[in-house]
């Protein structure tokens, strides 16, 4: 599946293909993204990432997750994917990523809104969450802008360098989701 952001940028489905690149783009970033994201340390080679694309095929063919590689003129800049889909409440998360280069330029937002036409008009869902760290202001700023309800901050909810974060935790319901 293939979903165009604009000229330039579209999400493309998961693809243990796309492991080589996309495991170069996290070594290139390592510092960058090891600040707020837990997994970076482990992800130590190109079979590494293979693993886990291949997991994450797998979620999506039980129907609990579906990830995107964020391709910007032809590479992969970043990942996004509805994650912890639960069916029988109708809710999931976003998750996102980005390489430090391409932040700033809208990337995430236009693809957050991509996800949340398919989590609501294709899988049917009721409620979309997203957790930031409370000390990523880019991340943090995605769901503000985009209309999220902000519910509170999980104290101590994701272990990053051997700290705990506080995550912020922010809601859109179908009902207050504006499409564009």
């Not at 391409?102 to 049917?124: H, N």
């Not at 700023?141 to 935790?169: C, S, T, Y």
């Amino acid at each position: 599946m293939i979903i165009p952001l604009n000229e330039n940028t579209a999400l493309i489905f998961n693809e243990v293909s796309h492991a080589a690149e996309l495991f170069a783009l996290v070594d290139s970033n390592r510092a960058h993204l090891s600040r707020y994201l837990p997994w970076v340390p482990h992800m130590l080679s190109v079979t590494d990432m293979e693993r886990y694309l291949l997991n994450c095929e797998k979620l999506n063919r039980e129907g609990l997750d579906t990830s995107f590689n964020i391709f910007h003129q032809g590479r992969i800049v970043g990942r996004i994917g509805l994650s912890y889909i639960n069916k029988a409440n109708k809710t999931a998360n976003i998750g996102y990523w980005l390489a430090e280069k391409a932040q700033g330029g809208g990337l995430i937002s236009s693809a957050v809104k991509k996800l949340l036409v398919l989590a609501y008009e294709e899988l049917k869902l009721n409620r979309v969450e997203i957790k930031a760290a409370t000390i990523n202001q880019r991340s943090k700023a995605i769901p503000e802008k985009l209309g999220f309800h902000f519910e509170g901050i999980l104290r101590q909810a994701e272990w990053v360098n051997n700290e705990p974060l506080d995550l912020m935790l922010y809601s859109l319901l179908r009902s207050e989701w504006a499409k564009e």
